[in-house]
């Protein structure tokens, strides 16, 4: 099944093209997107300009032709604030469905709100405690509260980046007095909802669209030498948000794209909403924002696809967003998740077990179980050298619930779990930080010896008990009857855990030495 879902926005229109692949599982396959600026004028008109009519109908006629050609099932549609106060917004809908037949659907700010949790929940692996997330579009701003299992509040207030535009009516440099008045306007409008929503209570501000991400980007380049792959589930600390606010408010539009991240396109506009943003955080409390690359786009696919359940073959429960991510890399790349499942068990347990030896927690933790979990991957496209076309494979793939350092190091760790030892020769690893080459040597030397404990995909080793004794790592294998390949296997592993480590590593099978390997730490 494919769904197209076009996002009628005061800023921007938007489209995504998935490939549905299970119950709550996609891949985008085409994205579209044009500035097309509904908004521009309707808070102080209340109509939709005549350039703004036509630009967003020949956006939309054009989305709905590319969807069509690539043969979706279903395009949905929906509209927001922009169509929503415009005086002319039930016309501009009413010709777009004579010109392409699909029906928009003018939807609520609350409905609006709940959409794009939907989408923050399927690429931000939220824990169990409460999430605030925030969407500044150009009419409105949308605060939510909620979590993996439910919705709290969702609302919608009018600010947005267009709507202040309109009020204060100058896209240059903002003096002192106009930023005041505009903060106090912002506090004004945010008040009660700041206050709901802090009484419920949360431990995480998450920040969407298209206003949020750019300013996120552009801090974290500010502060960073490299760019990002993608900006989801990266956090960025408010004084950095607060410095690009600044540089951007002592600035003409012309000069704005100075800043890297900055388009030309949202020039206009953008300083707007970096006062809208920080004060919306410091009312938070807030000591930092963590970015979402999924918005109301991607919520109306989710809710179509619960909806619509019975219509999609479900895909196996998994217990978070990136084991689910995970499950659905394995299916679509034919590998064996039992086996996989089995062997990040192992791997961890042998994590848990030597971590007096390497002070490791839940980051180089989650980064070892993931590795195990996708290491086999690229069998799907070449056996021989499949630990290298893994790491291709995630290097092209969707990221979501993971930050871009945590799928960095799962490649590496994934490239030499088998065949050449880490080399600083090999260019990507000796462009990695000298904790990230540690990280990859203890990790891929724990994962080695874990595949090689299944060797024959039967699961035959059951369980590892290791034991550190001066400098020497006694690993037992349990259940090991019948499990000479397996044994065999792992022998053969040892050296790079051993060279990571700086100690000896000795196997036990239940009946007696299997094999060890020295700690030379020459690399």
């Known amino acids: 099944m494919k769904l197209a879902a076009i996002d009628i926005g005061t800023n921007s229109i938007h489209m995504i093209v998935v490939k549905v692949l299970q119950q709550r599982n996609f891949e985008v396959i085409e994205r579209e997107k044009e500035m097309a600026k509904l908004g521009a004028g309707v808070f102080a008109t209340n ?18 032709q590319l969807a069509d050609q690539l043969g979706v099932d279903e395009i949905l549609t929906a509209a927001t604030s922009a ?6 917004g039930e016309a501009f809908l009413n010709e777009v469905v004579r010109r392409t037949k699909i029906t928009p659907r003018m939807i609520s700010g609350k409905e609006e709100a709940r959409l794009i949790f939907l989408a923050v929940r399927n690429a931000i692996a939220l824990a169990d405690q409460n999430a605030l997330v925030l969407d500044i579009g150009g009419g409105s701003t949308e605060a939510v509260v909620g979590n993996r299992k439910e919705i709290l509040f969702g609302t919608s207030m009018k600010l947005g980046v267009q709507r202040l535009l309109d009020m204060f009516d100058d896209q240059g440099p903002i003096g002192d007095e106009a930023r005041g008045v505009l903060e106090a306007h912002i506090r004004f409008l945010a008040k009660q909802t700041l206050a709901e929503v802090k009484k419920i209570g949360f431990t995480q501000v998450i920040g969407t669209s298209g206003t949020i ?7 974290y380049l500010a502060n960073h030498e490299q760019s990002l792959r993608s900006v989801n589930a990266e956090v960025i600390p408010i004084e950095n948000l ?54 109301l786009r991607e919520g109306m696919i989710l809710d179509y696809l619960e909806r619509h359940s019975q219509d999609v073959a479900d895909f196996p429960i998994q217990k978070s967003l990136r084991h689910r991510k995970s499950a659905q890399l394995v299916q679509k790349y034919d590998a064996d998740w039992d086996s996989n499942s089995h062997i990040a068990a192992l791997a961890l347990q042998l994590f848990e077990q030597t971590q007096e030896l390497h002070s490791y927690g ?11 979990l996708l290491h ?148």
Not at 213 to 219: F, K, N, P, Y
Not at 362 to 372: K, S, T, V
Not at 471 to 483: D, K
């Open 213 to 219: 991400r750019t300013l996120g980007e552009a801090a």
């Open 47 to 64: 109509r939709l300009s005549d350039r703004a009519f036509k630009t967003g109908l020949d956006t939309i006629e054009r989305c709905v």
């Open 83 to 88: 169509i929503r106060e415009a005086q002319n």
């Open 242 to 295: 607060q410095d690009i606010t600044q540089q951007l408010i002592d600035l003409k539009p012309g000069k704005r794209t100075n800043i890297d991240g900055i388009s030309e396109k949202r020039t206009d506009t953008i300083h707007l909403g970096g006062v809208l943003l920080v004060q919306l955080l410091q009312m938070a409390e807030a000591k930092e924002l963590t970015l979402c690359d999924a918005s």
């Open 376 to 523: 086999d991957i690229g069998q799907y496209l070449a056996f021989k050298s499949y630990h290298k076309t893994s790491r291709y494979i995630l290097e092209r793939s969707d990221p979501r619930g993971f930050t871009d350092e945590e799928m960095l190091l799962i490649g590496h760790v994934i490239r030499y779990h088998r065949k050449a030892h880490p080399k600083t020769k090999h260019k990507k690893f000796k462009r990695l930080s000298d904790r990230q080459r540690q990280i990859v040597w203890v990790l891929a030397g724990l994962l080695r010896i874990a595949v090689g404990l299944d060797r024959t995909k039967n699961q035959l080793v059951k369980a590892v008990s290791g034991q550190v004794s001066g400098q020497t790592l006694e690993i037992t294998l349990l259940g090991t009857e019948n499990a000479e390949l397996e044994l065999w296997a792992a022998q053969d592993e040892c050296a790079v855990l051993a060279q990571a480590l700086n100690l000896d590593v000795i196997l036990k099978s239940e009946s007696g030495t299997v094999t060890s390997a020295g700690g030379s730490n020459q690399r």
């Open 362 to 372: 839940d980051f180089e933790r989650d980064i070892l179980e993931y590795a195990a």
